[in-house]
């Protein structure tokens, strides 16, 4: 039986949903290439693409019980993709509920009420009012769209193809969307933007960027928003952010030192790692663009799934439409031939 470790080069489904091509550098969604679609559609447009248009009227008001289990998770400081996990499965579509969810667990961590969503805004602008009571301005709502459709799917992925077993196995939509959650929590997935800004800060300034990841790459430490599974060239998903990063950022001096670090970067990756083609990833610039957005670190994965949900969503219906158990095979490895004595312990007792 071959075996595959991590399923790598495995394929385990159709779909018409999203090509990503590591060779070459593409991510196709629906038919549109990502820099197509991401800059130009709102996030609605994207979702109705995707087939699941018909989502976005559920209510974006959360059930009281999921503000109970907020604030619980508040005075406990839970982290955001724990207390998004919980309240995910307490009633409310996913898609629209996201997004009240975060933010309104954010303002109970911050000892701030939440605030209710508005009927007037759009999903990318509802969300960053939430966070902080103010309408957003066109340029940070057109910002935050074009995040949320750069990532809004990606292949087979861990979090969309734990949603699809769960999908597989005839249980609820609710079920699989939070075993998505779980997914996406883990750092090798879902939770690498945030420490690849902590790197950019604590750089500082470009002088001292090559010294500081020439310690960091003899040390064995990974480069974070640096080298990606599949993506074998730069991944297209980091041209359309740094794209969205520049026009949010003209003229600040962090995007300056963001792209000194990439160059950097890149170039040490090639001297000391030659050829692994280890490219920028969407973490890089994801990182720097929801910065700029005024969004902290904490927030970062949570928004990921904000967009990604979606993404969840539009696979289940997929799998769900022409369904068939996914039960992938293992090869056993452990010891044959054993035989069991029984011990004083395990002997039955005689009365």
Same mark, same amino acid.
């Given at each position: 039986?071959?075996?595959?470790? *991590?399923?790598?080069?495995?394929?385990? @489904? +159709?779909? $018409?949903?999203?090509?990503?091509?590591?060779?070459? *550098?593409?991510?196709?969604?629906?038919?549109?290439?990502?820099?197509?679609?991401?800059?130009?559609?709102?996030?609605?447009?994207?979702?109705?693409? &995707? #087939?699941?248009?018909?989502?976005?009227?559920?209510?974006?008001?959360?059930?009281?019980? @999921?503000?109970?289990?907020?604030?619980?998770? =508040?005075?406990?400081? %839970?982290?955001?993709? %724990? $207390?998004?996990?919980?309240?995910?499965?307490?009633?409310? @579509?996913?898609?629209?509920?996201?997004?009240?969810?975060?933010?309104?667990?954010?303002? &109970?961590?911050?000892?701030?009420?939440?605030? $209710?969503?508005?009927?007037?805004?759009?999903?990318?602008?509802?969300?960053?009012?939430?966070? %902080?009571?103010?309408?957003?301005?066109?340029?940070?709502?057109?910002?935050?769209?074009?995040?949320?459709?750069?990532?809004?799917?990606?292949?087979?992925?861990?979090?969309?193809?734990?949603?699809?077993?769960?999908?597989?196995? #005839?249980?609820?939509?609710?079920?699989?969307?939070?075993?998505?959650?779980?997914?996406?929590?883990?750092?090798?997935?879902?939770?690498?933007?945030?420490?690849?800004?902590?790197?950019?800060? +604590?750089?500082? !300034?470009?002088?001292?960027?090559?010294?500081?990841?020439?310690?960091?790459?003899?040390?064995? +430490?990974?480069?974070?928003?640096?080298?990606?599974?599949?993506?074998?060239?730069? %991944?297209?998903?980091?041209?359309?952010?740094?794209?969205?990063?520049?026009?949010?950022? @003209?003229?600040?001096?962090?995007?300056?030192?963001?792209?000194?670090?990439?160059?950097?970067?890149?170039?040490?990756? !090639?001297?000391?790692?030659?050829?692994?083609?280890?490219?920028?990833?969407? !973490?890089?610039?994801?990182?720097?663009?929801?910065?700029?957005?005024?969004?902290?670190?904490?927030?970062?994965?949570?928004?990921?799934?904000?967009?990604?949900?979606?993404?969840?969503?539009?696979?289940?219906?997929?799998?769900? =439409? =022409?369904?068939?158990?996914?039960?992938?095979?293992?090869?056993?490895?452990?010891?044959?031939? &054993?035989?069991?004595?029984?011990?004083?312990?395990?002997?039955?007792?005689?009365?």
């Amino acid at each position: 039986m071959c075996m595959s470790q *991590g399923l790598e080069g495995v394929v385990a @489904a +159709e779909t $018409a949903i999203s090509m990503v091509d590591g060779e070459r *550098g593409e991510l196709i969604i629906r038919g549109y290439a990502v820099e197509e679609l991401a800059p130009n559609a709102t996030f609605e447009e994207t979702v109705r693409i &995707l #087939g699941i248009g018909d989502l976005l009227d559920g209510e974006r008001e959360l059930q009281p019980i @999921a503000y109970e289990v907020l604030r619980a998770a =508040a005075q406990r400081k %839970d982290d955001p993709m %724990d $207390a998004l996990r919980a309240a995910a499965g307490l009633g409310g @579509a996913p898609l629209t509920t996201f997004p009240t969810i975060v933010a309104a667990y954010w303002r &109970l961590l911050h000892q701030q009420e939440p605030i $209710a969503p508005s009927g007037d805004l759009s999903h990318a602008a509802n969300y960053l009012y939430m966070l %902080d009571g103010d309408v957003p301005s066109p340029e940070r709502v057109r910002g935050l769209e074009t995040y949320l459709n750069t990532v809004v799917d990606h292949g087979l992925n861990a979090s969309t193809f734990t949603a699809r077993v769960i999908t597989s196995t #005839g249980s609820d939509l609710v079920s699989a969307i939070v075993g998505a959650v779980g997914a996406l929590k883990g750092p090798l997935h879902g939770g690498a933007p945030g420490p690849a800004l902590d790197m950019v800060f +604590e750089i500082g !300034e470009p002088s001292r960027a090559e010294a500081f990841l020439r310690r960091k790459i003899e040390s064995g +430490e990974r480069l974070m928003g640096f080298g990606h599974r599949v993506y074998k060239v730069r %991944d297209p998903r980091a041209d359309v952010l740094a794209a969205a990063a520049e026009r949010l950022l @003209a003229g600040n001096p962090l995007y300056d030192l963001a792209k000194s670090v990439e160059h950097t970067a890149i170039c040490l990756l !090639e001297e000391y790692k030659p050829g692994r083609r280890l490219q920028t990833n969407v !973490e890089f610039y994801t990182a720097l663009l929801l910065h700029g957005l005024g969004l902290e670190t904490a927030l970062f994965t949570p928004t990921f799934a904000i967009s990604r949900v979606a993404g969840w969503i539009a696979h289940c219906v997929e799998q769900k =439409a =022409a369904n068939r158990l996914i039960r992938p095979q293992s090869v056993y490895v452990g010891p044959r031939g &054993l035989r069991w004595t029984a011990t004083r312990e395990t002997a039955p007792r005689i009365l």
